[in-house]
């Protein structure tokens, strides 16, 4: 399958016709977007050869995240044969927030987002400004560093492991578990990627059952430790089992690691690739906040979403028997040009820009304040430290459908 631009309509047909998520090549995983476009013209609610829908329109994206009664978030059926039934990845993956319905989900989002208040972030700025200093002044002293390795990826880690109060000598792993438990999402997996992320799940879950017991005996602030809030937090007069609370801190730390680690990385390579943008932001600082809800939209760092029905339904006019899998692409809504104006700009200052880069409804991302901020400091402060920045080589995508982002990014702040 060829990912350059489509010549012409005929050719973009036949890029939807012959479009299958479960085989991707090389040139898909570097631009994805033709294809995307390709898709929303021709075949905008695209069935897989498995039978699954692809959908690619902003407003049926939108309407299936509405209703989360019809399509369900719950994975433990659909993720059975994929994984297998019993195994790390299989009961993490049907555990975790993110693939629950309610009532579980609900009990869960809420002790999370107790602790993801808007002051408990505002606190957060201190330590996260001097944290992103160092950074700075070691990468200075280099002159030429890696984005990814030595900037991007270093500063969830320490926010995410600051929140659950992860000990600094003991988060070295964490990086490594993260890739591998989210590199078992993607639509197609080989026996290696099989084995890492079992491998993962088992060592990530032995780790923190010593930091559960650790905290029991010593609780922290409930009001800022978010493993202690886990650990002590009722709903409706129920507490988490253990299983629910060992693979939602296998969650939290996941999703707040990989997810910003993309948004800091994307940001900074697309402000290189559109010299006009950055310098604009320099000459307007205040440009910062439409600056990272635009990077979110047009390099979104979770490019996939899943649901499945489980009542017949309708997308549009197109029927959905109960049992269909339901993938959302959020990359592609994100440049519908239904919904935003000239959509493969690159535009800081766009308004309105009603992206769905955290999703929407009841499963919108509950730590997005917390991503924002730390893109927005991440990425201010860097662009304003080195205004000249460039990159020494050619960034390189990780072969990833479903999280967009690079593994390297060579930079020269010369």
């Not at 994206?61 to 719950?74: E, G, L, M, N, T």
């Not at 201190?126 to 280099?142: K, N």
């Not at 002159?143 to 992860?166: K, M, R, T, Y």
Request: aromatic content about 8%.
């Amino acid at each position: 399958m060829n990912s350059a631009v489509p010549a012409a309509s005929a050719e973009a047909a036949e890029l939807a016709r012959t479009f299958d998520l479960r085989h991707l090549d090389a040139s898909f995983y570097a631009n994805p977007y033709p294809i995307y476009d390709a898709l929303r013209t021709h075949e905008p609610i695209k069935r897989m050869p498995d039978g699954s829908l692809f959908l690619t329109r902003y407003r049926d994206i939108q309407a299936v995240y509405r209703d989360a009664k019809v399509f369900s978030s719950d994975k433990t059926v659909e993720f059975g044969p994929k994984y297998g039934a019993g195994t790390p990845l299989h009961a993490h993956h049907t555990t975790s927030l993110v693939f629950n319905d309610a009532p579980r989900h609900t009990r869960v989002r809420k002790l999370i987002a107790g602790a993801l208040t808007a002051r408990a972030i505002a606190a957060m700025e201190p330590g996260l400004i001097a944290l992103v200093d160092g950074l700075l002044d070691r990468a200075e002293a280099r002159g030429q560093f890696d984005l990814i390795d030595d900037f991007a990826s270093a500063i969830p880690v320490e926010v995410i492991g600051n929140l659950l109060d992860v000990p600094h000598d003991e988060r070295g792993p964490l990086r490594d578990w993260s890739l591998a438990i989210l590199g078992a999402l993607e639509p197609s997996l080989n026996a290696d990627q099989q084995a890492r992320g079992n491998r993962a799940v088992t060592e990530f879950i032995d780790y923190l059952k010593g930091l559960v017991a650790a905290r029991r005996a010593r609780p922290g602030d409930p009001q800022h430790d978010v493993l202690t809030r886990l650990i002590d937090g009722e709903t409706d007069g129920e507490r988490l089992d253990e299983a629910e609370l060992l693979h939602n801190c296998i969650f939290i730390l996941n999703a707040g690691h990989e997810t910003t680690t993309n948004l800091i990385g994307n940001g900074l390579v697309l402000l290189a690739a559109w010299p006009g943008e950055r310098e604009r932001l320099q000459r307007e600082p205040a440009l910062l906040e439409s600056a990272i809800e635009e990077c979110l939209r047009f390099e979104s760092s979770n490019q996939l979403g899943n649901r499945i029905a489980v009542a017949d339904a309708l997308i549009g006019e197109t029927p959905v028997p109960r049992g269909t899998p339901v993938t959302l692409c959020i990359g592609a809504a994100n440049r519908d040009p239904a919904q935003f104006e000239t959509p493969e700009r690159f535009d800081i200052g766009r308004e309105p820009n009603r992206h769905l880069a955290f999703g929407f409804g009841v499963h919108q991302c509950a730590g997005l304040s917390l991503a924002r901020l730390e893109a927005r400091i991440a990425i201010g402060r860097f662009v304003a430290r080195f205004p000249a920045y460039r990159m020494s080589g050619e960034p390189e995508r990780a072969a990833r459908a479903r999280f967009r982002g690079f593994v390297g990014a060579p930079v020269s702040i010369e």
